[in-house]
């Protein structure tokens, strides 16, 4: 038995006020669902529900707002129904109720993720007052062209549908501000499509869209445009009137080349061209000035532009699967860098400037043709990481060792491709890590607060984990092995002093 709250109809805990809206009010009895709505909406709008419910043998669950993780809700406002989330993707007569539905003529949001809607009603152009509605999966081969005349929808979801064009009124919509359309298969965009002045939030990812017209700086409202796994070639100049643009996605295209005018784009915060055939990198993206996230992964690109350094708020750089020989100097010069990722490159050597990344915690350079190390890398202080994996590297580079000593993570490869036993190791911070996620599995653990990414993935250590190794199994096997294969390279001791600060002094030895 659950109780609700006679002002906002919200499932509450408390007898005395709601917990959502506050309202007070007294309850000597609790009261059914069902017995609720009958209480709150119209007679005609609960006699709707209620055969539903008869029809789905469940109950409609009251909310406060759309619920996009249900399939079945009914939300308030003002005494009447205003949302509505239903699915049926077997039953025939499913169609038949949802004509029905469209009698609520208060309903703002509707959700029919996952039915099977073909045909797609008509009728529903009747909800003149809708603003959201949700088509996610269901089985759509034409976009209902009905949808176009209902001119108060502000968000509109249909992904994984099967859509090979847009109507060419689609720019009715004037009032749209969130369009999802991903993972469906359109073409082409209509020119009315550039109308949509309101339009905030655009999401066209997984289609099969070759050109993008010029029209679409026109669209100067968009704050996120994701256009990844597409089939573009070139993005047109006009991108550069998007000036509110934050989020721009252009990962798995055909990218040759980007326009100047991408440096206009001066509110952009996370900028991703993974994936394309990008050679080079226009000079204007030094403009960038609130970029946090450049993710340029399996490019050609053989160089980056002196202005990169220009990037002062820049916290992520992935340049994974590029022909980069080497790095400006000036990329020393973003110093709020907080991960460089260089992971197979052909890169021979770093630039003593990278010593001045002081925010850099984590350095991924695996796969290049590095033989030396900067020295300058010892002065950041907030290293965490070094990931150095197949590289020509001197077994006896001077700088590793020294970063080992300093706590960073590099342990066990520093040691075991060592020529010489170390005299003495510091393992009391992090250098046991790399083993460690290993041992712990996909579901990591944390230790003293570090985090690392290992395989892509983010991993956090914890002593709670670590508790299997007390009991003697084939875990604490692998531990012991890990101290008997490094035990010609290290004082064992010193790596079993590192295991008790970790597991207490109940360690099995």
């Known amino acids: 038995m659950k109780i609700f709250c006679p002002n906002c109809g919200i499932e509450t805990k408390l007898y005395s006020s709601c917990i959502s809206c506050k309202f007070p009010f007294v309850m000597?009895?609790?009261?059914?669902?069902?017995?609720?709505?009958?209480?709150?909406?119209?007679?005609?709008?609960?006699?709707?529900?209620?055969?539903?419910?008869?029809?789905?043998?469940?109950?409609?669950?009251?909310?406060?707002?759309?619920?996009s993780n249900s399939s079945l809700y009914v939300s308030i406002e003002n005494g009447h129904v205003s949302g509505l989330g239903v699915c049926s993707r077997k039953n025939k007569d499913f169609l038949l109720f949802l004509k029905i539905f469209f009698k609520l003529?208060?309903?703002?949001?509707?959700?029919?993720?996952?039915?099977?809607?073909?045909?797609?009603?008509?009728?529903?152009?009747?909800?003149?007052?809708?603003?959201?509605?949700?088509?996610?999966?269901?089985?759509?081969?034409?976009?209902?062209?009905?949808?176009?005349?209902?001119?108060?929808?502000?968000?509109?979801?249909?992904?994984?549908?099967?859509?090979?064009?847009?109507?060419?009124?689609?720019?009715?919509?004037?009032?749209?501000?969130?369009?999802?359309?991903?993972?469906?298969?359109?073409?082409?965009?209509?020119?009315?499509?550039?109308?949509?002045?309101?339009?905030?939030?655009?999401?066209?990812?997984?289609?099969?869209?070759?050109?993008?017209?010029?029209?679409?700086?026109?669209?100067?409202?968009?704050?996120?445009?994701?256009?990844?796994?597409?089939?573009?070639?070139?993005?047109?100049?006009?991108?550069g009137n998007l000036r509110f643009l934050k989020k721009l996605n252009l990962n798995s295209n055909q990218l040759e080349n980007l326009p100047d005018s991408i440096g206009n784009l001066r509110s952009l915060e996370i900028l991703h061209l993974s994936h394309n055939k990008l050679k080079t990198i226009p000079k204007s993206i030094g403009s960038l000035e609130n970029l946090k996230e450049l993710s340029i992964q399996n490019n050609q690109l053989s160089t980056l532009p002196d202005s990169i350094g220009?990037?002062?708020?820049?916290?992520?750089?992935?340049?994974?699967?590029?022909?980069?020989?080497?790095?400006?100097?000036?990329?020393?010069?973003?110093?709020?860098?907080?991960?460089?990722?260089?992971?197979?490159?052909?890169?021979?050597?770093?630039?003593?400037?990278?010593?001045?990344?002081?925010?850099?915690?984590?350095?991924?350079?695996?796969?290049?043709?590095?033989?030396?190390?900067?020295?300058?890398?010892?002065?950041?202080?907030?290293?965490?990481?070094?990931?150095?994996?197949?590289?020509?590297?001197?077994?006896n580079n001077s700088v590793l060792r020294n970063l080992a000593a300093k706590g960073v993570g590099l342990f066990p490869m520093v040691i075991k491709e060592n020529e010489r036993p170390f005299a003495e190791i510091d393992m009391s911070k992090a250098q046991i890590r790399e083993f460690l996620v290993k041992l712990a599995g996909p579901d990591g653990c944390q230790y003293n607060g570090v985090e690392s990414r290992c395989g892509g993935k983010d991993y956090k250590y914890s002593r709670e984990i670590l508790e299997i190794m007390k009991v003697p199994g084939k875990e604490q096997d692998k531990f012991l092995k890990v101290c008997k294969e490094l035990g010609g390279y290290c004082d064992c001791e010193i790596l079993m002093n590192a295991a008790e600060d970790l597991l207490g002094e109940d360690t099995p030895w």
């Open 105 to 239: 003529r208060y309903l703002k949001s509707l959700c029919l993720r996952g039915s099977n809607l073909n045909p797609f009603p008509d009728e529903i152009n009747r909800l003149n007052h809708l603003e959201i509605l949700i088509l996610d999966r269901c089985n759509l081969n034409q976009f209902p062209e009905s949808l176009v005349k209902i001119n108060s929808l502000k968000e509109f979801y249909a992904k994984q549908n099967h859509f090979i064009f847009l109507p060419e009124n689609f720019g009715d919509l004037g009032s749209l501000e969130v369009l999802n359309l991903e993972l469906n298969k359109i073409e082409v965009l209509p020119d009315s499509f550039g109308t949509l002045k309101s339009l905030k939030e655009l999401n066209l990812r997984s289609n099969e869209i070759v050109n993008v017209p010029n029209w679409f700086g026109d669209l100067t409202s968009l704050k996120e445009l994701n256009l990844g796994g597409n089939k573009l070639s070139s993005i047109p100049v006009s991108i």
């Open 28 to 67: 000597d009895e609790p009261i059914a669902e069902s017995q609720f709505l009958k209480q709150q909406i119209p007679s005609s709008e609960y006699e709707i529900l209620h055969e539903y419910e008869q029809f789905m043998g469940k109950s409609l669950k009251v909310v406060d707002k759309v619920n």
């Open 310 to 395: 220009k990037l002062r708020s820049l916290e992520l750089l992935e340049l994974v699967s590029n022909q980069l020989v080497t790095l400006p100097d000036s990329v020393g010069d973003i110093e709020t860098l907080k991960e460089l990722n260089l992971w197979r490159n052909k890169l021979t050597y770093l630039p003593d400037s990278i010593g001045n990344l002081k925010a850099l915690e984590l350095l991924q350079l695996e796969e290049n043709n590095l033989k030396n190390l900067p020295a300058s890398l010892l002065n950041i202080s907030s290293l965490k990481g070094v990931i150095w994996s197949k590289n020509p590297l001197s077994k």
